[in-house]
Structures are given as structure tokens and as C-alpha cells.
């Protein structure tokens, strides 16, 4: 059964740090992995999704990789932003199909000004 | 365009009572899912559908019923709650899967409580 984990739960950084978010997966054989952001009370936004082919992603200040022979994948912001508060979730796909998303339980950041 | 929208946003519920959650979509989206979200447990998928007219269990269906009459329309029924389903669920679509598809578009949850 595939199981996803973020380490750690939560974070605490003072503006303009650059972040790496560490999200890891037991099963190699995933269809794609997706980067989510929630913000308090709301519901999930997509920032990148990786297909199982490709190695990295981007859109604006952040990066994410994917490395599925080790199972890990990294989210990469850069510069960060007090508005860059939120949970962050990791979610992958198996083989066969993106419709089963296994998602962590998230990592809440916390960027102070 | 609305997105994803979600029907009602709070409810509480006195066990055995029924009820249905009714998720919109208006992107022309063929995959449609429910989760729930509690705390500790993170987002787990109840059911989803990949087109209209078809249902399929996702990994916590028990205790939920779903319908897909409408492309646009996704509805999660209980029938008869329990307080193990009080969470906060969330709906979501995406146009479907390969590619890019494949991202998933969120509504705003809908807070349950079953006393």
C-alpha cells in the first residue's frame, strides 16, 4: 500500500528564506505526483504536477523534482513571502491511472515578516 | 467560471439522520471525486467517477453513496451518519487523465457534524 509522508509536520522561517519541502513515497511506481497548497478554512490549490517521466516542474518562484527510484520528490520556493503561509500536501498517483491520489498529511508553513 | 463549487458549507447532523453533498463543476470536467480531510489522517479519497453515469470506491467508501446523473453534478449521500463522519469534505474534478489532465481542481469543503 502505498503511503506518502512529509517531514517536517510543520515550519517556521523568517521572510526571504529559500525552503526545501521534503515529500517521500514507498511505491516507485507512481502515474504522476502533485503539489498542492491549502490555506486555512479553504480548499486544496494545484501548484505543479510531475509525470512519472519527468524530473522537475516549475512555475514562478517554485521548483519541484521528482526522483522515483528513491521515492522522494522536493518543493523549492524561492524568496519566500509571508503570503506563502499554508499547509503544503504532497499527493502521488499509481501506475494505471491519476484517479487514486494517496496524499501526506501536509507540511504547515509558517513565513514570518 | 465558478470552478468547483460545493452545496451546503455547513450542516449538522443528529446520528442516523441522511443527507447529500452536492458538488458543481462547470469546466466541462470528466473526473469528478470526494475526500474527506480529518485531522491527522489527511485527505482520503471516498469515491470518484470518470464520467457521467459511472461510480467507483475509492479508499474509505463505507458509510457514503454516490450519483453521477450529470456531467457537471457529483452528489455524496449518507445514509445514515454516524459520528465517525464528522470531517470536512471536499470535492474535486479534473478534465481527465494524461498529461496535464490530470490536475485536480478543488471546491471549498463543506464542514459536517454528527452528534
Known amino acids: 500500500k502505498q503511503e506518502v509522508t512529509q517531514i517536517p509536520a510543520a515550519l517556521s522561517v523568517p521572510e526571504g528564506e529559500n525552503l526545501v519541502l521534503n515529500c517521500s513515497f514507498t511505491?516507485?511506481?507512481?502515474?504522476?505526483l502533485q503539489w498542492f497548497r491549502q490555506d486555512p478554512g479553504k480548499g486544496l490549490t494545484s501548484l505543479l504536477l510531475?509525470?512519472?517521466?519527468?524530473r522537475e516542474q516549475t512555475s514562478g518562484r517554485l521548483n519541484a523534482s521528482l526522483d522515483k527510484s528513491s521515492g522522494r520528490s522536493t518543493l523549492y520556493i524561492a524568496a519566500s513571502q509571508p503570503g506563502d503561509s499554508a499547509t503544503y500536501l504532497c499527493?502521488?498517483?499509481?501506475?494505471?491511472?491519476?484517479?487514486?491520489?494517496?496524499f501526506g498529511k501536509g507540511m504547515k508553513l509558517t513565513v514570518n515578516p | 467560471n465558478a470552478g468547483v463549487t460545493q452545496t451546503p458549507k455547513f450542516r449538522v447532523l443528529k446520528t442516523g439522520q441522511s443527507m447529500t453533498l452536492l458538488c458543481a463543476q462547470d469546466?466541462?470536467?470528466?473526473?469528478m471525486y470526494w475526500y474527506r480531510q480529518d485531522p491527522g489522517m489527511g485527505l482520503r479519497l471516498i469515491h470518484y467517477?470518470?464520467?457521467?453515469?459511472?461510480?467507483a470506491k475509492g479508499e474509505v467508501p463505507d458509510g457514503y453513496n454516490v450519483s453521477r446523473l450529470k456531467k457537471q453534478n457529483f452528489l455524496l449521500g449518507l445514509e445514515s451518519a454516524a459520528p465517525s463522519q464528522t470531517s470536512v469534505y471536499f470535492c474535486a474534478s479534473s478534465l481527465r487523465s494524461g498529461g496535464g489532465a490530470d490536475t485536480q481542481y478543488f471546491g471549498p469543503g463543506t464542514r459536517l457534524t454528527v452528534l
Open positions: 469546466m466541462n470536467h470528466e473526473y
Open positions: 499527493a502521488v498517483a499509481a501506475q494505471g491511472g491519476s484517479e487514486k491520489l494517496v
Open positions: 511505491d516507485s511506481a507512481i502515474y504522476n
Open positions: 510531475i509525470q512519472s517521466s519527468q
Open positions: 467517477s470518470v464520467g457521467e453515469g459511472t461510480t
